[in-house]
C-alpha cells in the first residue's frame, strides 16, 4: 500500500519520499512503482515521459527525519496495529512543520485512537487507498472526533488532486467499505467451509451475477488472510459476534497460508496469479 500510494502522489506532481525501516524494503517498493509504471507504458496508459517525471519526484530512505523534512503531508501505511500506528505517528509528528497534516491509511482501526497520542490531533485524518492504489478510484476520508475542518478540507483537496474519488466516513469500526467488504467475505468463507460450494464458484457468481471485479475469497486471498483475520477479530471486539471469524480463516493463518503474499491460500499463487485451489482439508477443494 505505501508504495502505491507513493506512486499516485508523485504521478499526480507531488514530490516524495518512501521511508522504511530496512533499505532492501524501501529499494523492492521503488521497483515495484517502477514495474507499475512500465506496465503503464506497455499498456499506453502512461507515456514514457510521464514515468520518467513520476520517477524524479520519489526518493527512497530509511531515516524517518529525512523523509519528513518540509512534508505537507505524511501518511502511515505500516500494519495493522494501534500501538505501531500510533508510534510512528508521533516519532513524525515531532519532526515535521507546524503546519503538517498527518493520515492514516488504517482500513479498519479507531482513527480517534491512532489520534489521541498525538500533540495535535485535529491535523490528523484517515485516507484509506484501496489496492492496487495505481488502479482503484476510491478513497475513504475517515473524520476523528479531533480532525479540524481545515484538515478535513485538505484532505479532499489532496484526494482530487490524484484524480480520485472520496467518500467522507465518520470514524466506526471499519468504516463504510471494510465493513462491508468483510462481512462479504466472512460470509463467503463460511460458505466454503460448510461445503456449500468451491471458492471459485462463490467468486464466480459474485463476478458475474453482482459485476465484481473480483470475488470476496480472491479478493481475501489478495488483502491478505491474516490481515483478513485482525479486521474481524477487531470488528467481531467492537460490533458483535456476527463477525466472528470461521475457522477455516483461523486455520489458514496459522498454517502461514496468507493468500497471494505467501503463495497460498484458498488459491494457489504463482508469479502473482492464480494457478490453482488449495486442496489443504477445509472443504474447498474441488474448485477449477
Known amino acids: 500500500m505505501?508504495?502505491?500510494i507513493a506512486q499516485v502522489a508523485a504521478m499526480a506532481g507531488h514530490d516524495v519520499w518512501?521511508?522504511?525501516?530496512?533499505?532492501?524494503?524501501?529499494?523492492?517498493?521503488?521497483?515495484?512503482?517502477?514495474?507499475?509504471?512500465?506496465?503503464?507504458?506497455?499498456?499506453?496508459?502512461?507515456?514514457?515521459?510521464?514515468?520518467?517525471?513520476?520517477?524524479?519526484?520519489?526518493?527512497g530512505t530509511t531515516d524517518l527525519e529525512e523523509a519528513v523534512a518540509g512534508a505537507d503531508l505524511v501518511i502511515e501505511a505500516v500494519p495493522e496495529d494501534v500501538n505501531l500506528k500510533q508510534g510512528v505517528l508521533t516519532d513524525?509528528?515531532?519532526?515535521?512543520?507546524?503546519?503538517?497534516?498527518?493520515?492514516?491509511?488504517?482500513?479498519?482501526?479507531?482513527?480517534?485512537?491512532?489520534?489521541?497520542?498525538?500533540?495535535h490531533p485535529d491535523r490528523f485524518v484517515g485516507l484509506h487507498f484501496f489496492n492496487p492504489v495505481h488502479i482503484m478510484a476510491l478513497v475513504e476520508v475517515v473524520v476523528a472526533e479531533?480532525?479540524?475542518?481545515?484538515?478535513?478540507?485538505?484532505a479532499h483537496e489532496f484526494v482530487d488532486g490524484l484524480g480520485k474519488t472520496a467518500v467522507e466516513v465518520t470514524d466506526a469500526p471499519g468504516f463504510a467499505s471494510s465493513r462491508l467488504g468483510v462481512a462479504l467475505g466472512v460470509e463467503a468463507m463460511r460458505m466454503v467451509q460448510e461445503g456449500v460450494a468451491a471458492p471459485r464458484d462463490i467468486d464466480t457468481a459474485m463476478e458475474l451475477g453482482y459485476n465484481h471485479p473480483m470475488g470476496p475469497i480472491e479478493l481475501g486471498d489478495v488483502v491478505g488472510l491474516d490481515v483478513r483475520l485482525d479486521i474481524l477479530e477487531y470488528l467481531r471486539e467492537e460490533l458483535g459476534e456476527r463477525f466472528r471469524p470461521p475457522q477455516v480463516l483461523k486455520r489458514k493463518v496459522r498454517a502461514g497460508k496468507l493468500g497471494k503474499k505467501s503463495g497460498e491460500g484458498f488459491y494457489v499463487w504463482e508469479d502473482g496469479e492464480v494457478v490453482g485451489t488449495s486442496g489443504d482439508g477445509d472443504g474447498e477443494s474441488g474448485g477449477r
Open 2 to 4: 505505501g508504495h502505491g
Open 18 to 59: 518512501i521511508r522504511d525501516i530496512e533499505e532492501e524494503i524501501v529499494e523492492e517498493g521503488v521497483a515495484a512503482i517502477e514495474a507499475n509504471l512500465a506496465g503503464g507504458v506497455e499498456r499506453e496508459k502512461v507515456t514514457p515521459a510521464e514515468k520518467a517525471a513520476t520517477l524524479d519526484r520519489l526518493a
Open 92 to 119: 513524525a509528528e515531532a519532526l515535521v512543520d507546524d503546519e503538517a497534516i498527518l493520515a492514516t491509511n488504517t482500513s479498519s482501526l479507531s482513527v480517534t485512537e491512532i489520534a489521541s497520542t498525538l500533540t
Open 146 to 154: 479531533q480532525t479540524a475542518e481545515e484538515t478535513l478540507a485538505a
